[in-house]
């Protein structure tokens, strides 16, 4: 079985028509929904980008690793996924299996620290958490001259074109090879992630002043970067349905965290950034043999059980399943049975997270909340007094959760939003 996994960027829970977006239209991932299997509670690992991508390379808690602490991944930092680490790509090209990623990597950008490190025998993308879609460069959030980011394996390469137009011809031509050995695709956007730029925006974005984009943007601007990659999606599956192999395909997309300032969160509480839901639930749609059409599930799914999953859809054995903290979907995506009770986990440098059930508990700062979502999905009526006991048990098993897991560095707290601030409130002096 051939397996494609998508993953975007910054994409919100309801960013998609099939999620109840009202103002621009998705078809190919309506469609796709429509042909599969489509969650309603599926979560992020993380509010941000690379701590999650960690828990997807590797069916763990990313807090477990040092490059899961950094929440995100700041540019330059010295440190990345470690290369013995097994990871999904390595376990599917050791059973035979071509493996390629095409788009955003963002687990290390340093010598040894790329793909080509970790399973994939081919990378077309960008290491780092952002690039211009139209002259391929990234830096830091504040740099006035970012350096070009595009790379063909580990060497910087340019490409005329738009950036999502461009992971999907790579993607198609992966697809359309003649090899025997199934492939595993990671197609991994930048779509929808700042800065604002759509299919369209060529002369504007050539104005660029700061990775942020705080000056930029709008809801059209927004819904034409979805747009554009429901299109570039709607080639790759054509092109896998042209060469014969849609039947032996899997077929997963999500996104890496909540969705940002122009994503359609209602009625959900907080963004990107955030462990309220709105920070960390995802759109999650998944197609493939012995997946029944048409479905949805309210299953609770994260980031961390997509890599037992596909290696027990994929059979293909991993490495046993104490070393994972994800689960497999596999009885929530067959319709044969039901998933096991278990607390989930999250935590960012100011927030801590944990669900069992209906039942959410978030803390920030001095502040704990207890929210029933089945009842509340706002998470605007907090029950911690009236439920003292549900309280008690989640906050108690979040410190356990937490006592097994790496301490956040001191060096690291608030390091990547810290500067977003200060960027933001030197744009906002700007005359």
């Not at 997807?56 to 930092?77: E, I, K, M, N, S």
């Not at 081919?122 to 740099?143: D, I, K, N, Q, V």
């Not at 955030?274 to 995802?282: C, D, F, K, P, T």
């Not at 961390?304 to 290696?311: E, N, R, S």
Request: proline share 7%; with cysteine; charged share 20%.
């Amino acid at each position: 079985m051939n397996v494609v996994f998508i993953l975007a960027d910054d994409l919100g829970w309801r960013d998609l028509g099939c999620y109840g977006r009202p103002d621009y239209a998705t078809p190919v991932l309506d469609a796709l929904a429509a042909r599969g299997l489509r969650f309603t509670q599926a979560y992020a690992n993380s509010s941000s980008c690379s701590p999650t991508r960690v828990a997807l390379a590797t069916g763990r808690y990313q807090q477990r690793l040092p490059v899961g602490l950094l929440d995100p991944l700041p540019p330059g930092a010295r440190v990345g996924l470690p290369p013995e680490h097994p990871t999904l790509a390595g376990h599917l090209r050791a059973a035979g299996y071509r493996t390629a990623l095409v788009g955003k990597w963002h687990l290390g950008e340093g010598e040894g620290q790329g793909p080509l490190h970790h399973g994939y025998d081919e990378f077309f993308g960008f290491l780092g958490g952002a690039m211009t879609y139209f002259s391929h460069e990234s830096g830091p959030p504040g740099a006035s001259s970012p350096g070009p980011a595009l790379c063909e394996g580990e060497v910087p390469v340019e490409r005329p074109g738009y950036a999502t137009d461009l992971f999907a011809d790579r993607a198609v031509e992966i697809v359309r090879r003649v090899d025997a050995r199934p492939f595993f695709l990671s197609l991994h956007f930048n779509a929808p992630h700042w800065p604002w730029e759509g299919p369209g925006d060529a002369e504007a974005a050539a104005k660029l002043r700061e990775m942020w984009h705080f000056e930029g943007g709008s809801l059209g601007t927004y819904a034409a970067m979805v747009q554009a990659m429901d299109a570039a999606i709607g080639r790759v599956l054509a092109a896998i349905e042209e060469c014969g192999k849609a039947g032996e395909t899997l077929v997963v997309f999500t996104s890496d965290n909540g969705g940002e300032r122009f994503s359609y969160h209602w009625p959900l509480r907080g963004e990107k950034g955030a462990l309220w839901e709105g920070g960390i639930r995802v759109p999650a749609v998944v197609v493939g043999p012995g997946i029944a059409p048409g479905r949805t599930s309210d299953e609770v799914a994260m980031t961390m059980d997509w890599m037992p999953t596909i290696l027990a859809m994929v059979k293909v054995p991993g490495d046993t399943a104490s070393a994972f903290d994800g689960i497999d979907l596999g009885p929530a995506l067959t319709g044969r049975g039901t998933l096991p009770a278990r607390t989930l986990f999250w935590r960012t440098q100011d927030m801590a997270a944990a669900r069992r059930g209906r039942w959410k508990y978030v803390s920030t700062g001095e502040a704990a909340f207890l929210f029933d979502l089945d009842a509340d999905i706002t998470e605007n009526a907090n029950l911690r007094l009236r439920r003292p006991d549900v309280s008690a048990a989640l906050e108690r098993d979040y410190r356990e959760w937490q006592a097994r897991m790496l301490p956040i560095p001191g060096s690291a707290r608030r390091m990547a939003w810290d500067a977003l601030v200060m960027r933001k409130r030197s744009l906002d002096n700007v005359g």
